[in-house]
């Protein structure tokens, strides 16, 4: 049985619970809260009734004595808390963003490796079904290597609390599922960005609600993104809208069900080159999916087999060092070399 404590108890903690409660060989003994009434209330909404409740991650590491930590605070928390989990000699889970800064997601990722303790990222769009069919069959090269990788999000959501009084809000809190996502399925690694941000006159976010970008995916490959969270009216999918540009053809992904392809035919039609349509294969069986569900299961099989979990912060940083240097860039207004991390 691995036993775990969940640290932040707000709306987010639901996702990590519900997944929890599906995997046989998991307890969650502690829930940890600045707020001691919040975590009362998700272990009574949960039948938590033999976790161990507190407002300080010490005290009830030191009482439980768990396996692993999930780690569910805003950002700003986020290297206090996998300080405190390696201390005690747990395994860490965090929510995404890895870090709130360069220099945190640098110095967490040292000290799981001090620790030797298993370190990895709710990134859970990779678990996504369509993302992994896709990265299939991009790598099978059924139309040729990308050549270019456009991804669109546009929703409005009126979270309340933290997120509406953050700086650079989307690129911060959201983005990084796009980016990862864009790094996962099309590969490349980022080189430079050039990233615009701006707030919509009807924006109920202190800033950086909207923003564009366009990465150097080198070897002549391009990212670019288009987002806003207050973008009212034909809102995308949360998996955001995709088109693929390759050598030979093209896929489109609505980030739902609607996912095609079209490849290079023979002959042309007038000056411009004829296409038809290629099926992308079903998911294949190897393949891990299920989100938040998926990445625990993958958590566990790491602690317990030795193996790398796919989402560790050690790679992970790659796709925050695109956030952050996608920040700079707005700050400055300048096209920005991405950090080494993600080289």
Known sequence: MMKVVLVGCGAMSRQWLDAARQIDGLAIVGLVDLDAERAQARAREYNLTNAVIGTSLDAILDQTRPDAVFDVVVPAARRDVAFSAFAHHCHLLTEKPLADSPDNARAIIEAARQAGRVHAVVQNRRYVANVRRIRRFL????????????ADFFVAPHFGGFREEMAHVLLLDMA???FDAARYMAGGEPA????????PANSWYRQGSSASAVFDFGGGKVFTYAGSWCADGFRTSWEGSWRIVAERGSLLWDGHDGLKAEVVASGRDGIIDKTQ???VPPLDPADQVGGHLGIIKDFMRAIETGAEPETRGSDNIKSLAMVFGAIESAETGRRVAIAKEAQ
Do not use: F
């Open 176 to 178: 990084i599922h796009t």
């Open 192 to 199: 430079s960005v050039y990233c615009q941000e701006w707030e």
């Open 277 to 279: 349509p290629i099926e």
């Open 139 to 150: 790598g099978s090269g059924a139309i040729g290597a990308p050549t270019s990788i456009h």
